[in-house]
């Protein structure tokens, strides 16, 4: 189980580095001055081609208001995106921690599983000592009572000749 774990953490890593790649590839660089307020990075492969293409579709914002508007968009967009950042590694080490936990505790469990082994075969050879001494005070018993009657008899014979004799 615990394998299995660890390749999914493995896997799920593997998975964020690559959405991070992904994200940094169409996500960064500095914005055109073509397209202003658009969001969209100057780096981006969906839009270069047409970017090239469409040069007669440039939008013009001389207006001061809507250029700060357009920034303050950028920023609060940014600002989303760093925040989820943030919240996407909190994530990915509160993952990593419980990886670490379900390590320790499948650890835990195979070492009281060697524990309760122990314990079965330590009660099985008790079970084993107890019917083996139960058995040897019966023979003991069963000699002492047979030892008993031989001691009886032994007496009733002399008994028996100093009374003839």
């Known amino acids: 189980i615990t394998m299995d774990f660890k390749e999914e953490a493995v896997v799920s890593t593997q998975s964020t580095g690559e959405q991070k790649q992904r994200r940094d590839q169409f ?10 307020g658009d969001g969209f990075p100057e780096q981006s492969l969906l839009l270069q081609s047409e970017r090239s293409s469409a040069t007669d579709t440039l939008l013009d914002f001389s207006d001061v208001d809507q250029n700060q508007q357009a920034l303050a968009l950028l920023d609060n967009q940014d600002s989303y995106l760093q925040e989820r950042e943030r919240n996407i590694k909190t994530i990915y080490s509160k993952i990593e921690e419980l990886g670490q936990m379900m390590g320790r ?3 835990m469990i195979a070492n009281q599983g060697e ?8 009660v099985t050879d008790i079970q084993m000592n107890v019917e083996a001494a139960h058995s040897e005070l019966l023979k003991y018993f069963q000699s002492i009572s047979s030892n008993r009657w ?13 009374i003839i004799f």
Not at 150 to 162: A, H, Q, T
């Open 150 to 162: 031989l001691m009886f008899k032994v007496f009733g014979i002399l008994i028996v000749f100093f």
């Open 105 to 107: 505790l499948s650890q």
């Open 27 to 36: 996500s960064s660089g500095t914005i055109s001055g073509g397209y202003p």
């Open 115 to 122: 524990t309760i082994s122990l314990l079965d075969t330590n």
